[in-house]
Nanobody
């Protein structure tokens, strides 16, 4: 089993910064894809960002591109999401997700392609 545990969520003012972390443990793997998704109350889960573990190639939702940065430290089995200039509409529960094999670009935004998920961490952005 692979366990994913998010941390770093909390309350932040608009225009500030916040960094989320996702620590992987258990039967971890070096390849594949890791990503961040989020879900606001009453709304569907949406893709935020993803990174290919081998190449480091990143992909972002249009709504966060230029403000958020996804990165990974493979040696530490840790995924990060640096949130700069967050906005109130970024308020949501943020989830870390992972899969062990590669994904084509067209599927990388599909949460159903990720077998492993964390429990989520709340991010609240105040105006």
């Amino acid at each position: 089993q692979v366990q994913l545990i998010e941390s770093g969520g909390g309350l932040v003012q608009a225009g500030g910064s916040l960094r989320l972390s996702c620590a992987a443990s258990g039967r971890t793997f070096s390849g594949g894809v890791m990503g961040w998704f989020r879900q606001a109350p009453g709304k569907e889960r949406e893709f935020v960002a993803a990174v290919r573990r081998f190449s480091g190639d990143t992909h972002y939702a249009d709504s966060v591109q230029g403000r958020f940065t996804i990165s990974r430290d493979n040696a530490k089995n840790t995924l990060y999401l640096q949130m700069n200039n967050p906005k109130p509409e970024d308020t949501a529960v943020y989830y870390c997700a992972a899969r062990s094999s590669s994904l084509v670009l067209s599927a990388i935004r599909d949460g159903a392609q990720y077998p492993y998920w964390g429990q989520g961490t709340q991010v609240t952005v105040s105006s």
